[in-house]
């Protein structure tokens, strides 16, 4: 008999993190039921990782809102999962990270039944605001799930730090590689045409070094970005010779102070959020990628990119031993100093570019669906 899984995911993060999964399970048609549910907690942008994956998801709760909140959008990825999950049945549900969707799944799934398996299991602040809500929601999926696909050691340590049986921890790598090196053939690729591209293309000043910026956290709302922005500003101004390429979130309280700080400067390109597709093609151009991202902390090193991570607290502590990243926080002082230090000099940037991605080697997917496979046997 078949193994029914059920994939669940509801972002545009987890869509691209999941998708090669999607993706790796669906070769094997003879030993998987293979569904994939959607609760769509971001529309558009989870709509455009769908097409450039080329997933058509079998059950989309559509549960986007305007002035959407944490109260109503948990209870109603539990309330509307109940049909589908009584409906499938499935032995598996695969959950990412440490999303809204990843919390409330997982408890959905539990009282289902399913085995709730949680990829990209095991990473930690131990600081419940920071990330907020996302170490909750993680740390609450942690206490749910039957198995924790970890990427790294570290976040296999966490896992067992926490009384996670060891046997119920595998080892993956994360899953951001697959997708990424899928999505660098794909868009390098004499076959892919894309508009936003083209419109990169002749903005882009190939006579100048390109910083890539990318920021939307809660916890650097307020003052944190207006550090930042003056951050950025100072860079600009100080090194002529770089073009800063910044596509502002829409959230008013980063397009606020963005808009008014930067939209003069000469050399910073303010411009709308992009799809995944064009953000790895623009990735794979720069020469400094500043962020708050988690996912580009992951990336970026595939792709030999130094980062500078401005937050003060990381789950991704791995990055940072290796020295790929620096966390610069919000504060401006730090980093214009990191930022400057690596255009100023050849040594330092070259040194941070070159190291080893503790985040894997793009076969995390095959490893997860060898375990499945091996524990029904």
């Avoid at 669940?8 to 999941?18: D, S, V, W």
């Avoid at 408890?107 to 920071?130: D, K, P, W």
């Avoid at 907020?132 to 050691?153: D, K, L, Q, W, Y």
């Avoid at 980063?254 to 990735?283: C, G, H, R, T």
Wanted: aromatic letters at 8%; one cysteine or more; proline letters at 6%.
């Amino acid at each position: 008999m078949k193994i029914k899984n059920l994939i669940i995911f509801g972002t545009r993060p987890e869509a691209i993190k999941m998708a090669p999964l999607v993706k790796e399970f669906l070769k094997y048609p003879d030993d998987f039921d293979t569904k994939v549910c959607i609760t769509a907690q971001h529309r558009e942008m989870l709509d455009q990782v769908l097409d450039f994956f080329e997933i058509s998801p079998d059950f989309d709760l559509d549960l986007m809102k305007p002035n959407q909140n944490l109260y109503s959008l948990t209870a109603d990825i539990i309330t509307n999962l109940k049909p589908v999950l009584e409906e499938f049945q499935p032995d598996y549900v695969y959950v990412h990270g440490d999303t809204t969707t990843t919390m409330a799944a997982s408890l959905a799934s539990f009282y289902a039944g399913a085995q709730v398996c949680h990829i990209e299991a095991g990473l930690r602040t131990f600081n419940m605001q920071s990330p907020f809500p996302e170490e909750m929601n993680r740390s609450v999926t942690g206490v749910i799930s039957n198995i924790h696909f970890a990427p790294t050691t570290t976040s296999m340590d966490n896992l067992l730090r926490e009384n996670k049986k060891k046997e119920s921890i595998v080892i993956t790598g994360n899953t951001v590689i697959d997708a990424l090196l899928f999505s660098v053939n794909k868009v390098n690729s004499s076959e892919f045409s894309d508009a936003e591209v083209a419109q990169l293309i002749s903005l882009l000043d190939n006579n100048k070094r390109l910083i890539l910026v990318t920021g939307h956290r809660r916890e650097n709302h307020g003052q944190g970005f207006i550090n930042i922005c003056e951050a950025l500003k100072q860079i600009a101004l100080e090194h002529p010779d770089t073009q800063i390429v910044y596509p502002v979130h829409l959230n008013p309280n980063v397009q606020k102070p963005v808009y008014e700080l930067l939209a003069d400067i000469p050399n910073i390109s303010l411009i709308a959020p992009l799809s995944y597709p064009s953000f790895v093609w623009l990735m794979e151009k720069s020469y400094l990628i500043i962020t708050d991202s988690g996912g580009v902390q992951e990336e970026a090193p595939s792709l030999g990119k130094p980062v500078l991570v401005m937050r003060d607290t990381t789950e991704r502590p791995e990055a940072v031993d290796a020295g790929t990243v620096v966390l610069v926080g919000t504060n401006r002082t730090k980093i214009v100093a990191e930022a400057s230090k690596l255009l100023n000099s050849t040594e330092a940037y070259e040194q941070m570019g070159k190291l080893h991605n503790p985040y894997g080697d793009g076969k995390a997917c095959a490893r997860i669906v060898n375990h499945i496979q091996e524990m029904n046997s």
